[in-house]
């Protein structure tokens, strides 16, 4: 079966630190450009990072800069997205989606997963 499946979301209070996964099966996600993007209730989807196939770094939001970083372990076939220092802004559903480039926006991207809950909350 061909999916993505994001995980690790959950409830955090200010200023924690969660790391969500994106793991693959029926894809190498080497072989792709993967995308963190989120959407929070009542808004648009947000681009937040994206790795390319040769390890750029993309930064779609300049609020998740200094504090987010993306990585990819090709030997597990995943990417992860490192989130420090969050705010209740960052509150939103996360989703990995993978496409040939960095594209600006979800929809170009080839596939996405179901997404994570991240609830940032005191």
């Known amino acids: 079966q061909v999916q993505l499946v994001e995980s690790g979301g959950g409830l955090v209070q200010p200023g924690g630190s969660l790391r969500l996964s994106c793991a693959a099966s029926g894809y190498t996600l080497g072989d792709y450009a993967v995308g963190w993007f989120r959407q929070a209730p009542g808004k648009e989807y947000e681009g937040v990072l994206c790795?390319?196939?040769?390890?750029?770094?993309?930064d779609y939001e300049n609020s998740v800069k200094g504090r987010f970083t993306i990585s990819r372990d090709n030997a597990e076939n995943t990417v992860y997205l490192q989130m420090n220092s969050l705010k209740t802004e960052d509150t939103a559903v996360y989703y990995c989606a993978i496409g040939s480039i960095c594209w600006n926006k979800i929809d170009y991207f080839r596939r996405r997963g179901q997404g994570t809950q991240v609830t940032v909350s005191s």
């Open positions: 790795i390319s196939t040769n390890g750029d770094r993309r």
